[in-house]
C-alpha cells in the first residue's frame, strides 16, 4: 500500500488556496516546534460565512497537504462550523495520514482556530459567539 493516500500527494502536488489575503479579517500562525513546520491561515468573512481563505506552508508535503484540504473544507462555511473542524476531520477528508504525520494535520486545525479567534478578538466578539 502507497505511505500517501491518492488524495495526500494531489493536495500536495496541486494546492487550493495558496496565498496570502492582504485584508484578512483574521490571521492565524502556528508552528511545530519539533519540526519546525510553519502554517499561516488567512480568513475573509462576510456576514459569519468564511468567503475567502489562503495559507501559505513552510512544511512538509502532509502539512501542505492538510492546510489545502482544510481551506476546502472551511470556505463558504459559518464561523462556528470552521470552528469545530478538527484534525481528524481534514486526515479523513485526505483518505487518511500515516499516524507519525498526523501532528501537520493538527497544524491546521489550530492555524484556522487562531485565526477564527483574530477575528473574534479583532471584532470584540465574545469566544463564545464563534462557535467554542
Ligand atoms: Fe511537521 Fe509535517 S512533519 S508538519
Not at 87 to 109: F, Q, R, T
Amino acid at each position: 500500500m502507497a505511505l500517501y493516500s491518492e488524495k495526500v500527494m494531489d493536495h500536495f502536488r496541486n494546492p487550493r488556496n495558496v496565498g496570502v489575503i492582504e485584508d484578512a479579517d483574521g490571521i492565524g500562525e502556528v508552528g511545530n516546534a519539533k519540526c519546525g513546520d510553519i502554517m499561516r491561515m488567512y480568513l475573509k468573512i462576510e456576514n459569519d460565512i468564511i468567503t475567502d481563505v489562503k495559507f501559505e506552508t513552510f512544511g512538509c508535503g502532509s502539512a501542505i497537504a492538510s492546510s489545502s484540504m482544510a481551506t476546502e473544507l472551511i470556505k463558504g462555511k459559518p464561523v462556528s462550523e470552521a470552528m469545530k473542524l478538527t484534525n481528524k476531520a481534514v486526515a479523513e477528508a485526505l483518505d487518511g495520514l500515516p499516524a507519525y504525520k498526523m501532528h501537520c494535520s493538527v497544524l491546521a486545525e489550530e492555524a484556522i482556530r487562531n485565526a477564527l479567534l483574530d477575528y473574534a478578538e479583532k471584532n470584540n466578539l465574545p469566544i463564545d459567539t464563534v462557535g467554542m
